[in-house]
């Protein structure tokens, strides 16, 4: 599935479902995001419906913005990894990369 402003609810739903596993409760889930930055529509929508969707289900969602630079991306997905977050959500920082 290829991720955009539309399909970023649906797939964070089901991600946090699935990381909740089926005795857990959505208010026991953390999901750490990453973004590329807050300068571009593309980005912010998605960061919005993961928000609401969070605050929906109770979930605990701390997102982070890279601001364009790999270095940052590293360092919000290793703190993620510190803080044993649930789910991590990563969006490129390199567009040309992805495939």
Do not use: W
């Amino acid at each position: 599935m290829i991720l955009n402003q539309n399909t970023v609810p649906a797939a964070l739903s089901a991600i946090a479902s699935c990381a909740a596993g089926p005795l857990a409760h959505a208010d026991q889930v953390t999901i750490g995001a990453s973004i590329l930055t807050q300068q571009h529509p593309f980005y912010l929508a998605p960061a919005d419906a993961m928000k609401q969707e969070a605050q929906k289900d109770l979930a605990k969602l701390d997102l982070s913005i890279a601001n364009r630079t790999l270095g940052k991306r590293i360092a919000d997905v290793e703190d993620f990894v510190t803080y044993k977050v649930n789910v991590i959500v990563i969006s490129p920082v390199d567009s040309k990369r992805h495939g």
